[in-house]
């Protein structure tokens, strides 16, 4: 089904429709979720060894690049976790410059119960909505805004970061690169190997508030410091935890060469893509029209893709890419990003319909 636009580059995202039905939604409840991986044990690094809590630092007094990998942003998302402890188990030895580990969100990964576990995200909010300087230099006050705060003199002195996330429906690994060439470069770097995600995201950000990655230390025009996102699967997944281990070991071992731009990407070509379109909720009807997963590409412009109420969400152009699919979006939430990918042509992922 099509939503009949005008053929132009760019199609209408959102078309309103006549309302056919008084019938009041009730929205959905979250289906139930199987963890599959175990929370790690992080007793060991809780203190950390810097004076800062969850902090372990590994110099090893030769000049060179501060790598510094993040995991725990979110307190139910651990597989990050898991694959930054086995690195410390195993013995970190830098062959120059530092390395920083950094368990962000620790009192809320504390409350994870696998009996509900989308509940430890957070806290008070989302900690990767706070790194803006206005609210990092505030006078506001949150759980997690104090320990973005309490974490900054780490962060505030990489020239490289790695921020370990995963997603709570079933998608394809990605690397999210803010806008800077020499971000770019880095997720390009992280992409070229075997095992390593396929796609790289350029998006909009969100409205919520800025991100990590999108820390002005980042993002700073003719800065060095370079910053990357890591989707690595699904929440509980123990494909999630070799992922997130492949990255951050790449990224390990490459650090040098990476900060310097002296790093041979791979045989590997990366996929690129640009998000146009960040889809809002606007009720609390908003359904996909097919299970949609994320990294299914829809074809054809104009094909609906989902219902938000009296609206209908199409594909903008040819090849939309889809990011992320939120299959329970409530009003207000980001539902799914729409992306246009570039450079060479892809192979053909077609999605379901």
């Known amino acids: ?3 009949g636009a005008s053929p132009r580059d760019h199609h209408p995202v959102r078309i309103r429709r006549q309302r056919l039905s008084e019938t009041l939604f009730i929205a959905r409840p979250l289906p139930r979720f199987e963890v599959r991986i175990r929370p790690p044990n992080l007793s060991e690094w809780q203190r950390g060894n810097t004076g800062i809590r969850g902090v372990m630092q590994f110099d090893s007094n030769r000049v060179g690049p501060h790598a510094v ?3 725990l942003m979110h307190g139910n998302e651990f597989a990050g976790a898991i694959a930054l402890d086995r690195i410390i188990r195993q013995g970190v030895n830098p062959r120059s410059g530092t390395v920083s580990f950094v368990f962000a969100n620790l009192d809320a990964f504390a409350r994870f119960d696998p009996d509900a576990p989308t509940a430890s995200r957070f806290i008070d909010e989302d900690m990767n909505r706070v790194w803006n300087s206005d609210r990092l230099n505030g006078t506001q006050s949150s759980l997690e805004l ?4 309490e974490l900054l003199p780490v962060l505030q002195s990489a020239d490289i970061l790695l921020d370990l996330h995963s997603m709570l429906w ?3 690994p990605l690397l999210i690169a803010p806008g800077t060439r020499r971000s770019s470069a880095l997720a390009a770097s992280l992409a ?3 095992g390593m995600p396929r796609l790289i995201v350029t998006d909009l950000g969100h409205l919520g508030g800025s991100r990590l990655i999108e820390q002005s ?5 003719g800065g060095p410091a370079r910053s990357v996102l890591l989707e690595a699967g699904q929440h509980w997944q123990a494909d999630t935890i070799a992922t997130s281990l492949h990255v951050a070991q790449r990224l390990l071992d490459n650090a040098e060469a990476m900060h310097l731009d002296a ?3 791979g045989v590997i070509h990366p996929e690129q893509a640009i998000v146009t379109d960040n889809v809002m909720a606007r009720s609390a009807a908003f359904t996909f029209a097919h299970p949609f997963r994320g990294g299914d590409i829809v074809q054809r412009a104009g094909t609906v893709i989902a219902r938000d109420g009296d609206d209908e969400i199409c594909t903008p152009y040819d090849g939309c890419l889809l990011v992320m699919p939120n299959h329970r ?4 939430q980001l539902a799914v990003r729409l992306a246009r990918l570039i450079g060479e042509d892809p192979p053909p992922r077609q999605a379901p319909g």
């Open 1 to 3: 089904m099509t939503c």
């Open 69 to 71: 990998l993040v995991s």
């Open 146 to 149: 104090n320990r973005a705060r």
């Open 170 to 172: 079933d998608s394809e």
């Open 192 to 194: 070229g190997s075997s």
């Open 217 to 221: 230390r980042f993002i700073r025009a």
């Open 263 to 265: 790093m041979d990407v």
């Open 329 to 332: 979006a409530r009003r207000g």
